[in-house]
């Protein structure tokens, strides 16, 4: 099989063995959908048993003769999983698992190509639509400050911004667009936007909300009424920005670190609205064309916006879910409707930026994931925050059902119900 990669690529890997203690304020530091499903839609509609290393097998053999057939440990089952989507052919993957406040970190392949150094567990990278929770934590404490309701329509807040090819603003509820069952379609999937994107041609572009949301409505008709069934579609939460500095006057960025990122301390996310480059201890970005795979950090953060442009760690997100479920963020009734949730299929319902999820094991657990060029994540966590497991790739290019997306998918969700 042809490597797409080059040949030679590092396949460094290794678990923290020294447990770190995670900062509560978020010093140094989103996925998804049980294995035996179909991934989750990614970020567009139409682009959209691990084993341990032999020499880990002989170790804990030796070590225990009777245990030969105890289940791995968690990050060891994680760890299994980031070597195998090394081998599958990402450049990197790390990945975390935590208990209370004790962490461990794993990592496999390289953080960059071109200088061929380790893919770093504490590294920042682009975090896709894990975006989505932060912008629906924004509009439910406005809602807990009655500045708003999520039941008051979206022609309320944005007159004349859904108005036209059938849809209409004025029957659409922004509760709707942060459980996407608005009916609205995804702008991503229109080619004059993921054609530009996927060939990262022009990183600046400057491309106004109201101008991608224009675009998915003139995709096609509308095929469902609001509110009667799930359809994911970013454009709900490009939407659900521009609601934002509507009501507040700021940009959607803004009231995220304002309200989130300078609270919770979550020193290593940001949330850029025009700059396309990453700056400091960052995963580079890879997509593949053909045979062929480019850089692709530098890339437009204005065609996901609201919908998915921030950047964080796997230490930050792990805080920022933490504090979200628990209600160090939410009042108990916007903590409530969070959690209310629409269906989508038989053991996946989706709430405000979030899903839940019964895993192959019987456990339950919320998340979501995050995919834009060059980068895939998720996070699993449970209800009480006590649980959590994440994992990051640092190559996406906007196609679901990779087999990298799969084993480092189920090692994540292994190591969580190994928890």
Request: hydrophobic letters at 40%.
């Amino acid at each position: 099989m042809l490597d797409v990669f080059g040949t030679g690529i590092a396949r460094d890997a290794g678990i923290a063995r020294d447990t770190e203690k995670a900062d509560a304020g978020g010093a140094a530091r989103r996925p998804l959908r049980p294995h035996k499903r179909g991934r989750r839609p990614l970020l567009t509609a139409g682009l959209t048993c691990l084993l341990l290393t032999a020499a880990a097998v002989q170790a804990n053999a030796a070590a225990r003769p009777s245990e030969s057939t105890a289940t791995p440990a968690p990050a060891d089952i994680l760890q299994a999983g980031a070597q195998q989507g090394v081998a599958d052919g990402y450049p990197g993957v790390i990945g975390m698992v935590r208990q209370g406040d004790t962490a461990q970190y794993v990592h496999a392949g390289v953080g960059d190509r071109a200088t061929r150094v380790p893919a770093d567990p504490k590294a920042t990278f682009r975090i896709g639509s894990n975006t989505k929770a932060f912008i629906s934590t924004v509009l439910l404490q406005l809602e807990g400050e009655q500045r708003l309701s999520l039941d008051d329509t979206v022609a309320r807040w944005l007159p004349g911004a859904v108005a036209a090819n059938g849809y209409d603003g004025s029957e659409i509820t922004i509760r709707q667009l942060l459980n996407h069952t608005s009916g609205l379609p995804d702008y991503l999937s229109a080619l004059q936007i993921n054609g530009p994107y996927f060939l990262n041609t022009n990183p600046r572009e400057v491309l106004p909300p109201q101008t991608l949301v224009d675009v998915g409505l003139g995709l096609h008709a509308p095929t469902s009424a609001p509110g009667e069934k799930f359809g994911y579609s970013n454009t709900n939460y490009v939407l659900a920005g521009m609601v934002i500095k509507a009501v507040t006057g700021a940009e959607p960025a803004a009231e995220v670190r304002r309200r989130i990122i300078e609270p919770l301390g979550l020193r290593d996310t940001t949330f850029p609205t025009a700059d396309p480059a990453l700056y400091g201890n960052y995963l580079h970005g890879y997509v593949i064309r053909a045979i062929l795979i480019s850089d692709a950090t530098v890339s437009n953060v204005q065609v996901t916006g609201s919908a998915g442009a921030m950047v964080s760690t796997m230490d930050d997100l792990a805080t920022f879910s933490r504090a979200l479920l628990t209600g160090k963020l939410l009042a108990p009734a916007q903590l409530a409707e969070l959690k209310t949730t629409v269906p989508v299929n038989a053991d996946v319902s989706y709430g405000l930026g979030l899903e839940h999820m019964r895993l192959d094991c019987g456990k339950w657990a919320w998340g979501h994931n995050g995919a834009v060029l060059g980068y895939f994540s998720e996070w699993l966590t449970s209800e009480d925050g006590s649980e959590q497991v994440l994992h990051a790739n640092n190559e996406f290019h906007l196609l679901g059902g990779t087999q990298g997306q799969a084993h480092t998918g189920k090692a994540m969700t292994d190591a969580f119900c190994a928890l």
